[in-house]
């Protein structure tokens, strides 16, 4: 089965400043995807950044980069120049099978990390 | 892309009673799925709901209590019955569009109390 880690709650930084959430992630498929997401209060859930595991370069979309370490099962999320609206609560999540597959799709999601970022 | 509507956005209920999400994606897509999020928790997978076919619910969810409908390539319903409490949360409709990797995407969320 499986399953995703993100062991800090809460992060704070300071604007401005970079910051890195840690997700790790476990799975016996060799084909996948890991997703960052962001939530602000209201709830929706905005894509930030995908990283397939056949993907020899670590993604990045402006002020977004992810850090994958396929032999360490890790795949952190690194926010350079943080803004005051980057505060949310932030998913690392993992989706299974391959395109096309009967269970593609299905994301399985870490417990978040709130980050707070102070002026 | 895909853009992803949900009705209603909130909704406060009584216990017992039972409400309808709607769930609708502005192109054809083959799977929808429906994750539940209770209050300062992650999300949770309730169902996969494939056109043509019953839905597949993960352990712990079951038809009686999360009735799903998927009628044609664009909609999905999902019901949450005789709700208790314990079922406010935020219902939340994701589709994956095609075989581009990072194609998944989810809707406005639904924030539902029970009173």
């Known amino acids: 089965a499986q399953k995703i880690t993100q062991t800090q709650p809460g992060m704070f930084v300071q604007e401005k400043e970079a910051v890195t959430l840690d997700c790790t992630y476990d799975?016996?498929?060799?084909?996948?995807?890991l997703f960052w997401y962001k939530q602000p209060s209201s709830g929706e859930m905005i894509f930030l950044i995908y990283?397939?595991?056949?993907?020899?370069q670590n993604a990045t979309e402006g002020r977004y980069s992810l850090n994958f370490q396929k032999a360490r099962k890790s795949a952190n999320l690194v926010i350079s120049a943080s803004q005051l609206g980057d505060s949310a609560m932030y998913f690392c999540?993992?989706?299974?099978?391959?395109?096309?597959?009967?269970?593609?799709?299905?994301?399985?999601f870490g417990q978040g990390t709130i980050l707070t970022v102070h002026p | 892309s895909a853009v992803i509507s949900q009705k209603p956005s909130r909704d406060i209920c009584q216990r017992g009673t039972s409400l309808t999400i709607q769930c609708q994606v502005d192109?054809?897509?083959?799977?929808m799925f429906w994750y539940r999020q209770q209050p300062g928790q992650s999300l949770t997978l309730i169902a996969t709901?494939?056109?043509?076919?019953?839905?597949?619910?993960e352990s712990g969810f079951v038809i009686d209590k999360f009735p799903i409908s998927r009628p044609n390539l664009t909609f999905s319903t999902l019901t949450v019955s005789n709700m208790s409490p314990e079922d406010s949360s935020i219902y939340l409709c994701s589709v994956a569009t095609g075989f581009r990797s990072h194609e998944q995407y989810f809707g406005p969320g639904t924030r539902l109390t029970v009173t």
């Open positions: 192109s054809q897509v083959t799977m």
């Open positions: 709901a494939n056109q043509g076919s019953e839905a597949t619910y």
């Open positions: 799975t016996s498929d060799q084909s996948y995807g």
């Open positions: 999540a993992m989706r299974e099978g391959t395109a096309g597959g009967t269970s593609y799709g299905k994301l399985t």
């Open positions: 990283q397939g595991s056949y993907d020899e």
